[in-house]
């Protein structure tokens, strides 16, 4: 009988969404809240150590920051294409090339599939961008080969 089980994660990181007409033209950031929920069997009695899970919280924990948070905590997210770039290469400061538009939809879409190629179990990736802003995606809707990103896409302005 298959269980889902979750974890949440929070990072913070800048970016810029350019063209768009309202105010996240700007550079700014957000305190992102990654929610990942896993699906499977728990594992059976013939492992000890892990009868009884679907995988253990702190491996889930230890795949996730080592896949995604590190990589997008305190950057500046980047579709590349950002005038800003070339000072921030400059000046050293940690930057996370995504190569789509830095939007929620975007940015939920190469999480979810960062974590899919890393072997993870997982169901759905959810991304709150603020409180009351999220994009979701389940596993099974993204291809192998990855997500084709959409130029268009929100920033909330709340
Ligand atoms: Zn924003």
């Known amino acids: 009988m298959a269980v889902r089980v979750g974890k949440r994660f929070t990072f913070d990181a800048a970016h810029q969404l350019i063209g768009h007409t309202g105010k996240c033209?700007?550079?700014?950031?957000?305190?992102?809240?990654?929610e990942v929920v896993l699906e499977g069997?728990?594992?059976?009695?013939?492992q000890p150590s892990d009868e009884g899970f679907v995988m253990d919280f702190?491996?889930?924990k230890r795949i996730v920051n080592e896949q995604v948070v590190d990589?997008?905590?305190h950057a500046f997210l980047a579709k590349g294409n950002e005038p800003i770039l070339e000072a921030l290469y400059a000046s050293g400061s940690k930057i996370a090339l995504i190569g789509a538009r830095?939007?929620?939809e975007n940015l939920v879409f190469f999480i979810c599939h960062k974590?899919?190629?890393a072997g993870l179990p997982i169901y759905s990736a959810t991304l709150w961008e603020t409180?009351?802003?999220?994009?979701?995606v389940l596993s099974s809707e993204i291809p192998d080969e990855g997500p084709s990103y959409r130029a268009n896409g929100g920033c909330d302005v709340e």
Not at 25 to 34: D, F, I, Q, R, S
Not at 131 to 136: I, P
């Open 25 to 34: 033209a700007n550079v700014h950031g957000h305190t992102y809240t990654l």
């Open 41 to 46: 069997e728990p594992i059976s009695a013939e």
């Open 58 to 60: 702190g491996n889930l």
């Open 71 to 73: 990589f997008f905590d």
């Open 102 to 104: 830095t939007t929620a």
């Open 115 to 117: 974590l899919k190629q």
């Open 131 to 136: 409180q009351t802003a999220f994009a979701q």
